[in-house]
Each structure stands twice: as C-alpha cells, then as structure tokens.
C-alpha cells in the first residue's frame, strides 16, 4: 500500500520528450548561479565615467558605469568572460527548452485536467522568459542593447491612453535619460524571481498529479534527472567556453544617434522584428488622436493573441468537446458517474497522429512563427538571392496568411493517413518480408498480429 504513494511522488521519465523539463529547470539552475556572480562586480549607473581599462581602441571613451562594470567584468576579472557566456547561453537555452515543453503538452494532451494549471505555468515562463532575456541584454549598455531601446520607446509610445506614462516611467523626462537601465535591472531581478516561484510551484504540481504517459511506454529511469542535469550544466559551460556571445568591446558603448548594422535580436524575439518589417504602415485617426497600428500590432497585438491563446487553449477545447463527451459511441447520453471516471483518467497522453485537427493547429503555428522568424532576415535574403526588400516583404505578408492554411491542411491529411496505415496494420497484421508457398502452388508473404501495447496508468 507505500509502493503507489511513492511512484506517484517520484519523479521518472518513461519518454525522451518528458526531458524538455528538465532542461529548462537545470538551465535556470544556471542563469541563478552565474546570475549572483555577475551581481557581484555589474553596477547598472548610467552617469559618465572615463574608461581606462584593458581594452586599448576603447580607453579615454566617456562610457556609462554600467559599460564600464561589464567590459571590467568581461576583460579583467579571472572567469568573468566565461561566466557571462554561460549567463547567456543559459537565457537562450531556457527559452527554447520552455518552447519544446509547451509544444510536446499541446501535442500529447498533457495540457488536460488535472494538468491545467502546469500548461498554465509554462505558458507564463515563455512570456517571463522572453522578458528576462530582453531585460538583461540591455544591462552592459553597449551599443547594440542600445538600439534595443529604441523599439523600447516607439512600442511605449504607440500604446493608447498609457503610453506616454509607461515611457516617463522607463526613461525619465528625457531619452535615453539616466534611469532606464537601474529600471530594467531591477525589473530582470523581480522577473527571475517570479519564475523561481513558479517553477517550484510546478514541482509541486507534479507532485500532486503525477507524471502523464504514453499508452506505450519505457520502462520508467529514475537516474534521468541527475544525467539530465550534468548534461545541461556541461552543454551550457562548453557554448560559454567555445562560442563567443555579445562582444560588447566590439560594439562600443551605446549612443543614442547610433545603431550597430546588421543587429539581430535574439533568436525567441526574432518573430517581433519580422512582424514589425512586414508590417503595413497603417495609421488610425481617433478624432486628434492618431494610432500607429505599424507599430502596435506586431509588438502588443500579436504577441497578446498568442499569448492568449495559448492559455485559454484548455479551457477552449473543454467546451467546445463538452457537448459530445456527453454521448457515447452509440449517441446514448452517458451517465455522470460514468462521465467522472473518464474525466479523471488523464494520465494517457495523445499520439498527435490521433487528434489530427490539434496536431494541424500546432504546425499552423509553428508556420506563422517560423515564416515571421525569416522574415526578420528580409533584407539578407533580398540581398542573397538578388532581390528588393520590396520583393520580400510583399512575399512574406502573403506567406504569414497562407503558409499556416497550408500547413494546417497538409498536416491534418498526414495525420489522417497515419491512422489509416493503423488501422489496416491492426486489421491485416504487420509485414515480416518472409514468402511462403501455399499447398495449391502460390506465394504469400507472411503476416505477424499487430502487437498490443498494455494501457500504462501509472503515476497516479
């Protein structure tokens, strides 16, 4: 009677997707460790000093303390170049390990009651994760975080009624002001501290609930997490120790005339810089208040959809299915006993094969998001392959709206044929490539019975 309390608050991973968790938690672990360090030599002033440190095409430059803490931290303390490296790889790796995570609960189910309220969790570690890393790469104030407040700006003032509050609050009375950078420093610090909190409220989620499963499933590792915690700790000192990040003595210190050429933001905000530049220049006139829809749509409109729609995904498909799980396979109204047993069984995560029309939204997405991401790059392509800007752009504002339809269809049909080829091999049996000879003289190849994977409710 002990040994199901303790599988259910053991924490063992039967499948490799399980383990996008796991990468985004030890990375965190990371942006903490190296984070400490670097609060111990970063000052984020923004008053002018004289630098006079290692780095000779930049020394006598009036650069702000903030600057000038940063390339002392980076050139000349032991470590300090690798620690903030790691700091970085870090953000990118926990951004994009919480995407993974998000992308196999929506394909899987896991999203489901009693489940709900990790996806929930998840869903906020994306937006909080996307708000550190922009957060923190402004903070050495160097010339390209700099550029990076300019879009800062212009999105604060295209808000209506709050707008231009919002920019004295960041900036002061003037830009780029001498507040704007303790501001975001000490919004980094709270945001890190938010996603802490919730990270260990999704432990204890799991804890309460259990790890879902396949129907078929490996048996379960409980060495998972230590291994998975080495690698993502070793992965993350290596792309610190061997691949240069954010060079900001190459850049210089931040100017507000000036942007470094070919900036591109990291790789979780790409898709915000391709709306933006696909993105009519469109105007709306209230009576004497003119509304900058170029601006306002890609960077407040489109990101709050899908931030909401992620969110309110469950809740969506709860409803919309609430009416037909009242029925059974013969449209007999079911019982409400019958109909709590089978609203609590959700430990059975979905093949994606088997929800063809989820699986399909979930490539649309990824579409929309992708094409958004290349657009980002319109005036390289236009520049690689001989073309205008124009050119590009024009394509990319088609592509946003019929890539998803297409991909939507496309996938959706794929899904359906593969539950076709299940069914046939579950009926016919599955090829072996062995030929036999029938008494009466022909051939036939011979066929194995489909094997049957038991239904593994375990973790509950």
């Known amino acids: 009677m002990l040994s199901l309390p303790a599988k259910r608050r053991s924490f063992q991973f039967s499948h490799w997707s399980f383990l996008f968790a ?57 470590g300090g170049l690798l620690i903030r490296q790691v700091h970085h790889w ?29 996806w929930l969790i998840w869903v906020t570690l994306l937006a909080l994760g996307m708000a550190a890393g922009e957060t923190g790469n402004a903070l050495p104030d160097d010339l390209l975080s700099g550029g990076s407040l300019w879009l800062i700006m212009s999105v604060a003032q295209s808000i209506p009624v709050v707008g231009n509050w919002a920019l004295s609050l960041l900036f002061g009375p003037d830009f780029p002001g001498d507040q704007v950078i303790p501001v975001l420093y000490g919004g980094h610090l709270l945001v890190a501290a938010v996603i802490a909190g919730l990270l260990v409220a999704r432990a204890l989620l799991v804890r309460r609930h259990g790890h879902s499963r396949f129907v078929a499933s490996l048996p379960a590792r409980r060495g998972a997490r230590p291994l998975m915690a080495v690698t993502t700790i070793g992965t993350l000192i290596i792309l610190g120790f061997g691949f240069q990040i954010a060079p900001i003595w190459l850049y210089g210190p931040a100017k507000p005339t000036q942007s470094s ?15 933006i530049r696909i993105m009519p220049g469109w105007e709306l006139t209230l009576g004497d208040y003119t509304l900058s829809l170029a601006v306002l749509v890609p960077t407040l409109v489109v990101p709050g959809v899908f931030f909401t729609a992620l969110a309110a995904y469950p809740t969506a498909e709860r409803l919309l299915l609430a009416r037909r799980g009242r029925r059974d396979a013969l449209g007999r109204p079911k019982t409400t006993s019958r109909m709590n047993r089978e609203g609590h069984a959700r430990d059975l995560l979905d093949r994606p094969r088997e929800t063809p029309v989820k699986t399909a939204i979930a490539v649309a997405g990824v579409t929309f998001y992708g094409l958004l991401w290349a657009a980002a790059a319109n005036d390289q392509l236009a520049h690689q392959f001989h073309l205008t800007v124009e050119t590009v752009t024009i394509f990319f504002r088609y592509a946003v709206v019929i890539g998803p339809v297409i991909a939507f269809a496309v996938t959706r049909w794929i899904c359906l044929a593969l539950q076709q080829t299940d069914r046939h091999v579950a009926e016919h049996g599955v090829e072996t490539g062995i030929i036999t000879r029938s008494p009466d003289g022909g051939f036939h190849e011979r066929l194995e019975p489909a094997r049957r994977e038991p239904a593994i409710t375990s973790g509950r």
Do not use: C, I, N
């Not at 942006?31 to 002018?48: C, E, H, I, K, N």
């Not at 303390?65 to 303390?77: N, Q, R, Y």
């Not at 933001?265 to 898709?271: L, Q, S, V």
């Open 22 to 78: 796991e990468m985004a938690l030890w990375s965190f672990v990371v942006l903490a460790v190296t984070g400490a360090v670097l609060m111990v030599f970063y000052d984020p002033g923004m008053s002018q000093v004289t630098y006079d440190g290692s780095y000779g095409p930049l020394r006598g430059l009036l650069v702000s303390k903030a600057f000038d803490s940063t390339m002392h931290l980076s050139l000349e303390v032991r």
């Open 90 to 118: 870090a953000a990118l790796v926990f951004v994009a390990a919480v995407v993974l995570q998000l992308l196999r609960m929506f394909l899987t189910g896991a999203f489901r009651r009693p489940r709900t309220g990790q």
């Open 261 to 275: 050429a070919g900036s591109v933001p990291d790789w979780y905000m790409g898709f915000l810089d391709g709306a």
